[in-house]
């Protein structure tokens, strides 16, 4: 089977490369070439920019690919890009999208792919949507062979997951745990929650490469295990070996001292939700998420631990959630 990956060395995307070479996939990785990057080993890689019309034409010119992943797609007007360059030229295009494209905050608190798509809090979600609606219309109208995919919050070796925390630099959240310093925790801490290793993304994802009954049909791959934020950063602590101090802060005054945060709080982390993970798994028997939480960030700590030049700090975050917490909690004593 002859894949293509637009992107395809990101923090998902690299572990789906990986499994898919090791299934014994000739996988094609499309990318400008102008950073190191992983490339696993079998790959071939082709170096272009996806957004210059004349060199993707040249570059595409009586290629066939069984099936293309775009890894990067984000706005309609790609979604536009891909339907020219593509069709006629896959059998199966793969759009990777997100579950923050349901409706927030769910009239349900178990979602499916059913559940409806709404998110007017986050661009970044409604931008997915009007993508995944615009691949719908072509479906119908011109027979495009899309399948969409929904991954939820996924992470990694280079990666430490949490609701309010930096995503350029990690360790600082970590490095706030080791120096006592206390984390800022939306809600009471009690908002269920999924968090996915990308190793277990990357099984599903593979497994719907080339299955032609999958076309037309929406999919989201994460995991069956669900906890509250306060129960992941105990997990966090546990990891480092010491107990996190917490601050609980609704949402609203997080976004007040960090607006950053607003999309992504209100328009996903702090909206409690539950997976039904039932549909992948019809469609791809052998899926099964096995790297849980307490294994998988063990196993980032380790990495960050082993690679000192990642354990990069936020200082201007940082500045930011002490200055929040000290604010926060000066109210509160008012109010005592």
Same mark, same amino acid.
């Given at each position: ?32 070439? @102008? ?34 992943? @775009? ?7 790609d979604i536009e890009r891909d339907i020219a360059y ?183 982390a702090s909206t409690s939700y539950v997976v039904d @993970?039932s549909k992948i798994k019809s469609f791809v028997p ?36 002490? @200055? ?13």
């Amino acid at each position: 089977m002859k894949v293509l990956f637009i992107g395809g060395t990101g923090l998902i995307s690299k572990e789906v490369s990986k499994a898919a070479v090791e299934g014994g996939i000739e996988l094609y990785l499309l990318n400008r070439g @102008n950073r190191k990057s992983f490339v696993p080993e079998g790959a071939k890689v082709i170096y272009g920019d996806i957004n210059n019309r004349k060199e993707m034409n040249a570059l595409l010119d009586k290629q066939h690919f069984d099936v293309v992943v @775009n890894w990067i797609v984000f706005k309609e007007l790609d979604i536009e890009r891909d339907i020219a360059y593509f069709t006629g030229k896959t059998d199966q295009y793969i759009f990777i999208s997100t579950v923050a494209t349901y409706q927030r905050p769910p009239h349900h608190y178990m979602v499916d792919e059913s559940t409806p798509q709404h998110n007017p809090w986050w661009e970044y979600a409604s931008d997915k949507i009007a993508c995944e609606d615009r691949l719908r219309q072509e479906f119908r109208e011109n027979d495009f062979p899309m399948t969409i995919v929904r991954p939820s919050h996924t992470y990694g070796n280079t990666s430490i997951p949490f609701a309010v925390t930096s995503g350029e630099h990690p360790w600082t959240l970590i490095d706030r745990i080791i120096n006592g310093k206390k984390i800022i925790v939306p809600g009471d801490g009690s908002s269920l929650w999924t968090i996915t290793h990308n190793t277990d993304f990357a099984k599903g994802l593979v497994g719907l490469l080339g299955n032609s009954q999958t076309i037309g049909e929406a999919f989201q791959i994460t995991s069956d295990e669900v906890k509250t934020w306060d129960q992941y950063l105990g997990l966090l602590g546990q990891a480092v070996g010491v107990k996190p101090r917490i601050m609980h802060m609704t949402s609203e005054c997080i976004s007040l001292f960090m607006p950053e945060f607003k999309g992504s709080l209100f328009g996903d982390a702090s909206t409690s939700y539950v997976v039904d @993970n039932s549909k992948i798994k019809s469609f791809v028997p052998s899926y099964q998420a096995t790297t849980n939480f307490e294994d998988g960030i063990q196993e980032s700590i380790t990495y960050f631990r082993e690679n000192p030049e990642l354990q990069t700090i936020d200082d201007e975050l940082n500045v930011k959630m002490d @200055n929040a917490i000290a604010i926060y909690e000066a109210f509160l004593s008012q109010i005592k």
